[in-house]
């Protein structure tokens, strides 16, 4: 494969996703509100803060709607003297926290006379532009209705088969408002439903039956953000053929040539792959490879081109907008030479250029790049796959030491980049860490900062984190915990285990104040993961379990399910040491995280065998 990769190891790290996160929402920065288009403080394009409490009472997924955005979203019902009142808030906000939307829904609204018409003349006010109001025409048995739109926002009304879509709650194409607020009702009532569209700008939507009942939405939204370049009915013509196949490098292998994709097998190391690699006439690079190691098989995508090389070395990752047969919206990261563009590829894209005809490439502004012409794409690829089938994974192993041997646990996030874990799982270890989340590619971690009188340790990683822990103080005994992490790798689910248990004891062995005891089933593979309350707050970090075999010895009796955790106050002590402000509270409310996102944690001594007393052992 090309030179620019520089080797498929440091491509499995590059495109790798790891490590570790806990819950959350955002908070906007106050320097990034210059939109006048806010909702409960957020502003239109602010920035959220991934660590502030607000964001953490989210819950955030990727969109599958909008690639390469994050959709939150948050629910709270509270009990009014009008009886119960849902509020709902929605986010959709870019890979680096740039908000493109903000919702928020209330039911049941109540309206006093006068006031609908007084709220939109505020409104007016504050943002100094007339709005364009549509009302609702009057039908029996339907409240009163009103939309009112200021700024660049258009609505699209959908039509007759589109309706009928939305009305039998199948999947619909971008965001939708209605006069009634649920568009599902609004479509099945035969009232008018819109779709955003345009540019930046605030909706004001209100529905009320005549004893001012009925429900309120406001959002702000950049619709252009999230419209994918269009597909011209005549495109741009793309890159005549080019005059030459590229070549082979020194160190990879001719396997086949179609049309003008040179086809190529390399292997290093514990990797091998083989890729179709095409020159351009405006000298982009293509390269479709498909990469194999003992964790499986992995398509990515590469592209290069001279002209590119000055914004490409600006940035660690770019989202560009890619139209094969479909639009996609993804986010490359950049070669550690800058000059390449690399994504890990999903099976789906690789079909789509397989079946496309055309590749135009726009930046995130949608401006075209490049238009290439994917003549032969499809045979292109199915030759890189029978290579690879062609050419198994060669498992010899690499010379190294007899007694080379890997350590394995847990970690989580405690603030962006920085992870938590336990020192004994690092300790020893000379050759790099590497931190994922499940099923995802290995990243690379450093430790920041080592407690070995505490059993801590805090590790620096690239991977992105939606959000970080929060600590809680003060856990009562008899209090129900549970610990999420990794035991075991490579015999229990890869995906991570679940074992919940209660807090058995204030101290550790010997009343060491530092622990707390508890009775949540740990295994090698746990040691650093979060101790969590029934709320999600980390309450502990897990740390070691009762030698069974030294008690056995001992005093001929088999222990059970005596396993311990680091305290809070040594946790935040250690980390305000590194200059880390966790969240963290007392006995209280109790905010909600999610040990989903707890990752694991590999190291790849030259020799980590870690060390414990008789009685006491560190799980891993």
Known sequence: MMKRLISLRNLRLALGTVAVCIGGWTGASPTSQTSPYIVDGLALGGQVRFESDAYRQYRCTWSDTFPGFTWCHKEKKERTQRGEVTSSNSILHSQDG?????????????????????????????????????????????????????????????????????????????????????VQLSARAGVPVYRL????????????????????????????KLAPPTIAQNPPAPQPEPASIPPVHEDETAYAKVGWWSVTHKQEGDLSGCSARAQFADQTIVELALIQSDSGKMWAFFMSNPGWRAWIAGRSEHALWLLTTTPWHLTFKVSDNKITLMLGASVDFMNSLADARLLQIFSDNKQLLASLNMRDSDPAIKAVSNCVTEHPLNRTPTPEPVDRTFSSGTAFFVAPS????????????????????????????????????????????????????????????????????????????????????????????????????????????????????????????VDAQLNAFGMMQANNSLPQNVNFAIQVPIVINFLSVKGVSPSAQFRGRRRRTSSRHAPGIRSSPDRCLLRGNRLLLPDR
Not at 198 to 224: E, H, K, M, P, Y
Request: some cysteine.
């Open 98 to 182: 740039t908000a493109i939307y903000v919702n928020r829904y209330i039911e049941p609204a109540f309206f006093g006379p006068n006031q609908v018409r007084s709220e939109i003349e505020r409104l007016t006010a504050k943002f100094g532009e007339d709005p364009h109001v549509i009302r609702m025409p009057p039908r029996d048995g339907l409240p009163n209705a009103v939309i009112a739109v200021w700024g660049a926002i258009k609505l699209e009304q959908l039509g007759a088969a589109e309706v009928s879509l939305v009305a039998s709650g199948q999947s619909h194409q971008g965001l939708l408002v209605s006069f009634l607020g649920d």
């Open 418 to 541: 920085l992870l938590l874990t336990n020192n004994h799982v690092v300790r020893e270890c000379k050759a790099p860490i590497q931190v994922r989340y499940p099923d995802r590619p290995w990243y690379p971690a450093t430790p920041s900062g080592l407690d070995e009188t505490n059993d801590l340790a805090l590790l620096h990683t690239d991977m992105a984190n939606l959000s970080a822990a929060s600590f809680r103080f003060g856990p009562r005994l008899g209090e129900s915990v549970a610990s999420f992490g990794f035991p075991y790798p490579g015999v229990l689910s890869s995906s991570g285990n679940f074992t919940v248990g209660h807090v058995t004891s204030l101290s550790g062995i010997s009343d060491d104040t530092r622990f707390l005891q508890t009775s949540t089933p740990i295994q090698p593979g746990n040691s650093g993961g979060p101790l969590l309350d029934m709320s999600g707050n980390v309450v502990g970090v």
């Open 197 to 224: 569209a345009g540019g930046a700008g605030f909706l004001w939507a209100a529905s009320f039956n005549q004893d001012g009942r009925g429900v309120l939405r406001f959002l702000a939204i950049d619709a252009a």
